[in-house]
Every structure is written in C-alpha cells, then in structure tokens.
C-alpha cells in the first residue's frame, strides 16, 4: 500500500515543464522488416522525409509537445521542421507503456529513454548511409536531418534512408552526447503547437464533432452522497430539440442526463427537469463544522512525520516560546476547459474522445463498465484545456460511455461550469498548528508542527490495518513539506491527525504542499521576528552546514537550497530598504521550499496594502530555482509564472465552501482567480544545475502564498494566518 | 423556431433555431467555429469574446434574436492566415498554455488596440480584466499586446 499510494500522488501530480516522459525502448524485431523505419515504438521516419514522435503524455499547457521533440532532437539530429508528433494512445502500439501525465515522476529514466531512442535512430541512419556508400561509419555524421559523408561532402536525408535504416542492426548502447555539446537542451524553443491555438484551430474535447453525435449535459445530486429519488421528465423531453432523458450512477454524484441535438437544447432540457433526490447521509455537511471538528482535533496525538531530538522538552526549556496555527480552505481546480468527454458505443466496442491526464485508466474503466475486453476501447486524448490534477479522474469519461450505450448513439457529455465547480475532487482544506522555542541568544532550538485535515481520499483511505502501524504516514512521506522540512532544528517533532469527510478530494497543483509550506515559511517569519533577525538571514542559519539531509526516502540538498535563497534575495534586493513614493505601505516577504527532493526554489514577493482599505497589490515576484538540468528554460519560466499565479488565486481568492451538503461557489463570479490586474511582474532566475532534470509544473506553487503574507507582515505589522486572505483584516 | 440570418467572418448563414439560443452555442453546434469556447457561460470569464460590428462583447450573453443585422467576427475570421498583429506577437512571445482562454484573449486584445493603438499597462488592465486565464499567461499577454502595438504603429 505503501509504495502504490505515495506512486499514486507522485502520478497525481501536474506535469513539469516537459520533464515527464518516462518510457523503454523497446526495439522491435518486427522493425527489422519494416518498410518504414521504426527503431523503437515512439518514432518512425519515412521516406517522404517525415520524423513521427508519438508524445506519450497529454498536452495542457506544461509544453510536452514541444520537450518530448526536442530531447528526441538532442541526439537524433533530424531538421526540427521535418518532426511531427501525434498522441498515443493507449493499447496497440502501446499496450504497457505509461500514458499518464504525472508529474516528478522518473524523470532521469524518461530523459536518458528519449535521447537514446535518438541516439538509436542516429545510429542506424549512419549505418545504412555508410552501407550506401561503402565507407567505413566513423566517416559519416549526423546533422539537420541529412547523413554526410565528411571527407566527400555526399549527403542523403533521413528520409532517402528510412528504408535501408530498418535493416541495420539496432545498437545496444548508441554513443550519448556530453552534456557540454548539447545544442538543443537547455535553449529556449517556443511551443510547437502555439498556430493553431492562436487561430481557433485546435481541437480541444470540447471542439470534437462527430457526424452524427448528439449534446448532452446532466443534473447532478447537489448531496455529497445522495441519491436520485424520482424524476419527472415530460417537460424536458417536450423542449424543441430534446431526444431523451436518461439516469446516470456511474459518475461521482448520481443524476439524470438530458440528450439534444445541440448543447444549448440539451441545457434547456436540463431546466426543465423535475427531480427529487433524497439527501442520503451528508445533507447538512457544512465546512464550518468540519473546520471546528478539526480545530478540536489539534488535541489529538497524531501519526508519526518526523521526530528528530526531543522537541516537546527541548521547547520547554526555551525561554522564548510561540505558537500559532494556520488555516487553508478547499479549493477546486476549475480548468478553463471543464470536463467533457464523447463516447460512441457500438456494440461489443467503443471509442472515446476525451481531455484526460489518465488514457489508460479511461480505457480500463469503460472497458469494465461496459464488460468487454480493454482493446476494444479506443481512447483519443484531446487537447486539454488545462488539467491541474482533476483530469486524472475519469468520473466524467464513465459518465457519457454509459450515456452512449444507453441511447445507442455518439454523444458528447459537456459539464456546465457550475458541475465542473461543484463535483470536482477538491483539494483537501487543513490545519497547521506548529510551536517553536527560542534559547537565550535567540536562536531556534525546536519545532513542532501538526497538520489536521482529510486525508486525499480518491486513493482509498488507508485501513486499520495500514494504521496499526505508527510510521504509516512517515514512510509515505506525508504529509509533504512537514515530512521534508529541510530546517535543520535540533528538536524537531511533526505528526499529523487525518480527519475525513464526505467530500471527494484529490491531487492539486502542487499536492499536499501548499498549506503545509503556507504554515511553515510564515511560521519561520514569525520565529525570525520575535528572535530580532532578518527572516532571510535567519533561514540561512537553519539549513547551515548546507549538508544533506536524509528523512525516510527523501534526500534533500541544504546547499542548493541555500543557493536558490541567497540568488532570490541578491536579485530581489532583499537587503536594500523600498523606497514606495505611492502613500501605501509597502513590504517584501520570502519563503522557499524543495518540492519532492529535486526542485529547489526561492522567492521573494513585493506587495503594498492600502492604508484605509486594506487592499493588496503583489507588484513582483522574483523566483530562483534549481530543479536540475533544465530541457527548455522557456518552459521553465512559463511553469514559474503560471505556478505563481495559481498560488496567488488561492492566496487572495480562491476557497470552496460546502453548506447543506454541497458546494457553494459555482463560477469565476464566486469562485474568483488572479486576473490581468492583478497580475505580478515576475521575474526567474535559474542555477545552472548538472543534477538530472526535475519536474516543474507545480514547484512554484508552494512558496508564493507564504512570501505574500510575509511581505504583508513587513508593510503592516500583521500576521496572515488564514488564507485566502481577508483585506477588512487590513483596514486600518 | 424562427429562421435567422447570421453575418459572421463575411458569410452569411441561415439557422432555425429557438431565437433564445445564446450565439455561443449557435457558432459551436450550427456553424462548427469552435474556436470561440465556452468558459463559464455567464458573462464572466471572456472565453467566447467576438467582435460585434468590432466591438468585443461575450458571445454567451446575446441571444440569437439580438444578432439581427449585425456583423461578427471570430477567431476563424480575424486574419486570413493567422497573421493578425496579435496573432504574430502571441507566437512571438511565446503566450500560450493550454492555449484555452487564448482565442477570447486575442478577441479582446485587438479591439484594445483598434481603439488604441499604444495601450498603456492601465489600459491592458480594464481591457483584459474581465477575461480568465487559469494557467496565469498574463505577464506574456502584455508582454504581447505591446509587441502587436509597436507593430501596427509601424505599419
Ligand atoms: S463563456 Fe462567455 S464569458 Fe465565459
Ligand atoms: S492558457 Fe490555459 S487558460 Fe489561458
């Protein structure tokens, strides 16, 4: 269970930048005989010249289809322009090989396997060039697509060479680059698929249109596990353009689905349906409740996360003591695409459009439902508008599969935005609470955190017997950024006390981190601030001698962390005073944080607060960052300002609320994000890294809620403890 | 049931539909311009802005029955080529994530700079304010919209 769950969250992760195929090269005998050449399953070159990648991951926004070509590229040498992609899909050609988008997954395997099924290709084009002009190979070369014979000149491109290539034979261990030749890691590429986005061409699930395919939306039971009672659908099946009216069960809520020949009769429908649903166990579920349930639980001796030293009698001797608690709310994905998928059910098979993160599991989930045999589901994988963790779930794919085969037709299941909003596997709300003790001299000698909330309860909560064992928590590393505190105290004691409720939750960008890092980096500022020290200073001290820290699986490296701080604060400023001319006050705040061991990241936020109204303003984000080799630094950069700003939307807005057992907020109108106004300047700065590549898509997401309210405190002397953060607790 | 007839990107299209229909959903399911995307359907996210008679309004909040005698322009019909001002300096910066709220961005943007050919940052604000981006591309979008603003004023 171990392994499988802490997998799952890895696997639950949002894509880095790219950095996330992971595949084997499987070298086929078939392509022996292959009339085009395919040196391994992810790559073909024909003779009309083309080079054929199939991108193993979805695309949504992370810039696969730009990463997984040009780590292919750093050793295959083809032209860039002759390089085509196309989505796998699961089954066929890739039965056994992964297709789910994770995130910090084995990212050192999945870039070695992409250069070598380069290398690979390289070699054997070299090979049949060579056999071509009876030259000794060592005389051949690769580049931009051609094989050139170095001493004559002669040249043949990759396509005049795709079918004599098939017969080589394949090399076990093609030459690999060094590093310091690389000419296509690490420079900047825009995206190769930005064209057709820009002029409404592309086709995300929403856009696919098949001939013939009826519209449909659902009402969904507003109960966190009710149940349809009855319904009553004469009105809706008598709205012009209304075909039929059918129960669903097999998504996360029950209801009844309204199937049009368009999406906005099929809406019409949906208003005129009558339904009665019974409220089953959670009608009066109300998060403020569960709030004071887990306001309660801080009492409770909790699992097992780490305890170094003798934390609870090192702080009793401090003479300096401090505590505070810090809270973080649910909070919903709400992709700008919400889910939708279309099924076409015939018979004993099916095919499938759909945004998803998860091929493989939509294909095995509908092949269950429907009781046939997993190849005979097909599964396209859209664009995606946005994924961030909640189109790992197939929730919505089952839905229309079973929609389709009721009604015997190809049907397209759209989720309003109100159902997107409302049934999603929201990110767990929490509590921190953590105490720390000052000697003498003001330096910190323990800390202890307790985290309280709902554990992820879409990977199956664990078992008493999981729990009879007091380190179950700690080997899985949870909850992350409590486990890993890099900090070297020497009294350090974390646990952690799950409380579940009825709402469905799961990954979000960045996991388990943001409350706990929230918690953790403020907390840091209030101990720098009662000790008198300057809160960047004071967190260089703990992570001295800047040595590796080793806490159950997780090894994390002070001194890169030390790096990312000191080049945050250098280009931030941090110690030249602001100088604001504009009458609000103004302060900078800085946190950090190692996400998952390999990333390593600093910020610094500048904020200002009105003096009467309490309003903030983040005016820039500086950002430092070690993840390792870095693939495309463009890429990179994007991930950054995109994490920043999904942290800043659940910093200053963001929180799902649940009354009456359902969610309240429904749309952007309620449910409010970061918008061009109140957009940041951020700028990023990258540590040239020999490490391995890391995943970076949800890195940044972590420190920027802390280093606001540090910031905060800096203007005005206030501590932010809760987020999202209220302006009336800045008024003056 | 009524017949309208529809002006959008120079062509004219004949719909039978409930005149109610919001003209989202008959550029989507009647016409197949699906560059024009559904968000949040009330107004608040941009994801469907087009250009009425040039002026950016959200396509989910005019019923067919208010399109009488006017003239849309969508994404499809903004360039011929994909060549618009906008269009350009959106790859040129390198903007887009998942690309999805990107087509009412591109909407808005243009008719910001028709109506002022050299924005200020202020002026990006109340203009793209009302338009979500979830994965956050807004610093590249400025960052665009001035680059689309020094091209037109060279042109
Ligand atoms: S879909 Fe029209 S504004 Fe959001
Ligand atoms: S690029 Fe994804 S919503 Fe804007």
């Known amino acids: ?288 409740r569960l709030l004071q349930q887990m306001e309660a639980a801080l009492a409770q001796p909790g699992f097992f996360v780490r305890n170094d030293g003798d934390a609870p009698k090192a702080i009793q001797s401090c003479p300096r003591k401090l505590e505070a608690t810090y809270e973080f709310p649910f909070q919903a994905h709400a992709p700008l695409e919400p889910m939708n998928c279309i099924a076409d059910v015939r018979g004993n098979s099916c095919e499938i459009w759909v945004p998803t993160q998860a091929p493989e599991r939509t294909q095995s989930e509908a092949a269950r439902l429907l009781g046939i045999p997993e190849d005979s589901v097909q599964v396209h994988v859209t664009l995606l508008g946005g994924g961030f963790g909640r189109r790992l779930f197939v929730d919505y794919a089952v839905e229309a599969v079973e929609l389709s085969r009721a009604i015997g037709h190809p049907v397209q299941l759209l989720w309003t935005r109100s159902d997107d909003m409302r049934f999603g596997y929201f990110h767990p709300n929490d509590l921190e609470r953590i105490a720390g003790g000052l000697d003498e001299s003001g330096r910190p000698l323990a800390w202890i955190q307790k985290s309280v909330g709902p554990d992820l309860s879409v990977i199956g909560l664990p078992s008493e017997k999981d729990l009879a064992d007091p380190k179950y928590y700690f080997n899985d590393g949870s909850p992350w950024g409590s486990f890993d505190n890099p900090y070297n105290f020497p009294h350090l004691k974390a646990d952690f006390v799950p409380l579940n409720s009825p709402v469905p939750t799961g990954p979000w960008r960045a996991v388990m981190y943001p409350p706990t890092v929230f918690a953790r980096e403020s907390f840091l500022d209030e101990m720098a601030h009662a000790a008198g020290q300057d809160p960047l200073e004071f967190r260089l001290h703990l992570l001295q001698p800047g040595d590796v820290l080793t806490v159950g699986y997780a090894r994390i490296d002070r001194s890169r962390l030390l790096r990312v701080l000191q080049l945050a604060a250098e280009k931030a400023d941090w110690k030249r005073p602001l100088a604001p001319t504009d009458g609000r006050l103004h302060g900078r705040g800085i946190a950090c944080n190692v996400y998952d061991q390999d990333c390593y990241i600093a910020q610094v936020a500048e904020v200002s607060v009105g003096r009467q109204a309490g309003d903030i303003r983040v005016h820039r984000v500086v950002c430092a960052v070690d993840c390792g080799l870095v693939i495309n630094p463009a890429g990179l950069e994007g991930q950054a300002e995109s994490g920043i700003i999904w942290g800043l939307s659940a910093t200053l807005h963001g929180r799902i609320d649940f009354k009456n057992g359902a969610a309240v907020q429904e749309n952007f109108h309620d449910f409010e994000v970061i918008r061009m106004n109140e957009s940041p300047a951020v700028e990023t700065y990258i540590v040239p890294s020999e490490h391995p590549p890391g995943g970076f898509g949800e890195t940044a997401v972590p420190p920027i809620a802390p280093a606001v309210a540090n910031a905060i405190f800096a203007a005005t002397g206030k501590r932010i403890r809760r987020l999202p953060i209220a302006p009336e607790k800045l008024k003056a | 049931m009524s017949t309208f007839t529809l002006l959008v990107n120079g062509e004219k299209h004949r719909i039978d539909a409930d005149p109610g229909i919001p003209l989202l959903w008959a550029l989507r399911d009647f016409l197949r311009l699906t560059g024009t995307k559904y968000g949040c359907g009330m107004g608040v996210c941009g994801a469907c802005t087009v250009h009425e008679d040039g002026v950016p309004v959200r396509s989910c909040q005019i019923p067919l029955s208010a399109t009488l005698g006017k003239t849309y322009t969508t994404i499809e019909g903004i360039s011929a080529d994909g060549t618009h001002p906008c269009q350009k300096a959106w790859l040129e910066e390198d903007v887009s994530q998942c690309g999805y709220c990107q087509a009412g961005m591109i909407m808005q943007a243009a008719a910001l700079l028709r109506r002022k050919p050299q924005p200020t940052d202020q002026d990006i604000d109340s203009e793209l304010s009302d338009h979500v981006c979830r994965c956050g591309t807004y610093q590249r979008m400025r960052r665009a919209i001035h680059r689309a603003a020094r091209e037109v004023s060279q042109t």
């Open chain 1, 1 to 288: 269970m171990t392994a499988t769950r802490r997998e799952f969250l890895k696997a639950g992760t949002l894509a880095g930048a790219g950095l996330v195929i992971w595949l084997e090269l499987p070298t086929s005998a078939a392509a022996q005989a292959a009339p085009i050449f395919e040196p391994s399953a992810y790559i073909s070159i024909t003779p009309d010249n083309v080079v054929r990648l199939w991108i193993t991951r979805s695309e949504m926004g992370q810039g696969v289809r730009t990463t997984l070509p040009m780590m292919l590229n750093e050793e295959l040498e083809a032209d860039w322009a002759q390089i085509q992609y196309q989505q796998a899909m699961p089954g066929g050609h890739f039965k056994g090989i992964r297709l789910r988008t994770s995130g910090s997954g084995s990212t050192v395997g999945t870039y070695s396997a992409l250069r070598k099924a380069g290398a690979t290709a390289r070699e054997m084009l070299i090979a049949a060039a060579a056999e071509k002009w009876n030259v000794p190979p060592s005389t051949c070369r690769a580049q931009q697509g051609k094989v050139i014979h170095s001493p004559s000149g002669r040249a043949l491109t990759y396509g005049d060479l795709a079918q004599s290539a098939a017969r080589q034979k394949v090399p076990d261990n093609p030459p690999l680059k060094n590093p310091k030749d690389f000419r296509v890691i690490g420079t900047r590429v825009k995206r190769t698929d930005g064209a057709p986005i820009v002029t409404g061409q592309a086709t995300y699930g929403i856009d696919v249109r098949l001939p013939g395919m009826l519209c449909a939306v659902m009402a969904r039971c507003p109960y966190l596990g009710g149940r349809l009672a009855t319904f009553d659908a004469a009105k809706a099946l008598a709205t012009p353009g209304v075909r039929q009216v059918v129960p669903i069960k097999s998504g996360m809520a029950p209801g009844v689905a309204v199937v049009a020949d368009h999406t906005w009769a099929a809406l019409q429908g949906r208003d005129a349906l009558h339904i009665d649903w019974d409220p089953g166990p959670h009608a009066d579920f109300d998060s403020d």
